[in-house]
């Protein structure tokens, strides 16, 4: 079938292109599994749309064909924000609403409209894409590798939750979410430039932040509720969002939808903020940082629980010079890494130079020393994993002396963490 390509024009007033956009959108909801639009979450929508300055793509049925109208049969769209890589943040495709009909799966219309993605993002000079995903073996065949991970915690806050004691100058005062943004934006742009694996925020944050709307309730969030963490010069420096989340026997749950602090009292004294909800014994929180203070404060460590561990932000290096110097490494040394990139974007062989913890990069037609494919160099950009650890899995080859000089110079002692998806 000849299928129509093509971007939603949001300059068009019409009446067909009004209707073209809302049946994208609704495309988009239900291969989420989510309900019809509702008039507000369009207006949301839109108003992200404007903010980031998204590019919306389809691929829709020809004229004249069987169920050929305003709604496309697959769906695509980015924008661009920054990715902190370490030593500096670079320009990054953020790539979202990855969708397909069920009635036209394995035409190859997702990976026309991702190949073309990533055409039009080297087109455009930036050096990275990313995504966060719903099924994690699908991204890996056009190049991208999990470069982040995220942890779900669940922490008791009945009887045998207690925290050691430790000094905080400040304290905690309730929040109105609905005024939040000035306060959120603010600290979401402190950990951005703070945190390696993080990535800018999109505008839709905005209204979920501030209970402006709610996926599950298809409406205004009218639980979510607010704290911040003061300094004792009365400055805000950290926040804490999080909502009631009903029982479960005899679990009375909050769950906790941010939790943003610049040092680690805050953190500790926003985390006893929450173990001390009334009707409450158990916190959950699904953006738990690898670095975080609270199991080893607890008075009982089992009070807090692993619930699940996932892969989080998936990264396509397609500039590798500008990738690998943006990073920060270890060790000085030298070493040339063959990529293997069957689109193209990042192959070839390039010779990395480390000294004082910053990497020039240059190409070079010289024998390489180890080899690794572009999904696998996506995970090393952000130190995610570990040389050898990549090596035994056999997603890097080399001998062991060339390895272990990799690895000396690129692993780092700390996780990448990025806590927005998108």
């Known amino acids: 079938m000849d299928y129509q390509f093509d971007t939603l024009d949001f300059d068009d007033d019409s009446d067909a292109a009004r209707s073209r956009r809302r049946s994208w959108l609704q495309a988009v909801m239900h291969g989420f599994q989510e309900g019809r639009i509702e008039d507000d979450y369009e207006k949301i929508w839109l108003t992200h749309v404007a903010a980031d300055d998204v590019v919306c793509r389809g691929?829709?049925?020809?004229?004249?064909?069987?169920?050929?109208?305003?709604?496309?049969?697959?769906?695509?769209?980015?924008?661009?924000?920054?990715?902190?890589?370490?030593?500096?943040q670079l320009p990054?495709?953020?790539?979202?609403?990855?969708?397909?009909?069920?009635a036209h799966r394995r035409r190859g219309l997702v990976r026309r409209l991702?190949?073309?993605?990533?055409?039009?993002?080297?087109?455009?000079?930036?050096?990275?894409?990313?995504?966060?995903?719903?099924?994690?073996?699908?991204?890996?065949?056009?190049g991208f590798g999990t470069a982040t991970f995220g942890q779900e915690v669940e922490l008791d806050t009945g009887p045998r939750f207690g925290l050691r004691d430790f000094t905080d100058p400040g304290r905690v005062e309730l929040l109105d979410p609905a005024g939040a943004w000035p306060v959120v934006s603010e600290q979401l742009e402190l950990f951005h430039r703070r945190s390696r694996g993080s990535?800018?925020?999109?505008?839709?944050?905005?209204?979920?932040?501030?209970?402006?709307w709610n996926f599950h309730e298809s409406g205004p969030d009218k639980k979510l509720r607010g704290a911040v963490h003061l300094t004792a010069d009365e400055r805000v420096d950290g926040v804490l969002l999080w909502r009631p989340d009903g029982r479960d026997g005899d679990k009375r749950k909050v769950k906790?939808?941010?939790?943003?602090?610049?040092?680690?009292?805050a953190r500790l004294a926003l985390w006893q903020f929450a173990g001390g909800i009334d009707l409450v014994n158990?916190?959950?929180?699904?953006?738990?940082?690898?670095?975080?203070?609270?199991?080893?404060?607890?008075?009982?460590?089992?009070?807090?629980?692993?619930?699940?561990?996932?892969e989080f932000l998936w990264v396509r290096v397609?500039?590798?010079?500008?990738?690998?110097?943006?990073?920060?490494?270890?060790?000085?040394?030298?070493?040339?890494?063959?990529?293997?990139d069957a689109l193209q974007h990042a192959a070839g062989r390039y010779r990395v130079a480390t000294r004082d913890g910053v990497a020039e990069v240059a190409r070079v037609e010289?024998?390489?020393?180890?080899?690794?494919?572009?999904?696998?160099?996506?995970?090393?950009?952000?130190?995610?994993?570990?040389?050898?650890?990549?090596?035994?899995?056999?997603?890097?080859?080399?001998?062991?002396?060339?390895?272990?000089?990799l690895a000396a110079m690129a692993d780092l002692p700390d996780e990448p963490f990025n806590i927005l998806g998108f």
């Open 199 to 212: 990535v800018g925020t999109p505008g839709f944050y905005e209204p979920l932040f501030t209970g402006a």
């Open 282 to 310: 158990h916190v959950t929180y699904g953006d738990f940082p690898p670095s975080d203070p609270l199991p080893w404060a607890l008075r009982d460590l089992n009070a807090l629980k692993l619930a699940h561990r996932y």
């Open 256 to 265: 906790v939808m941010l939790h943003l602090a610049e040092d680690p009292a």
């Open 318 to 340: 397609l500039d590798v010079a500008r990738a690998l110097a943006a990073r920060p490494w270890t060790a000085d040394g030298e070493i040339v890494v063959d990529v293997v």
């Open 114 to 142: 991702m190949e073309d993605c990533l055409s039009d993002t080297v087109a455009h000079g930036l050096p990275l894409a990313a995504l966060t995903v719903s099924e994690a073996t699908i991204y890996g065949r056009w």
């Open 92 to 102: 990054l495709r953020m790539i979202t609403d990855v969708t397909t009909s069920p």
């Open 59 to 88: 691929a829709w049925l020809p004229e004249g064909a069987y169920g050929a109208g305003p709604a496309p049969v697959a769906t695509t769209s980015w924008f661009d924000k920054t990715l902190n890589l370490g030593r500096e």
């Open 366 to 405: 010289t024998d390489a020393d180890v080899q690794l494919d572009v999904e696998a160099l996506g995970t090393l950009s952000l130190g995610a994993v570990g040389v050898g650890t990549l090596h035994a899995a056999g997603r890097i080859r080399g001998e062991e002396s060339p390895l272990k000089r």
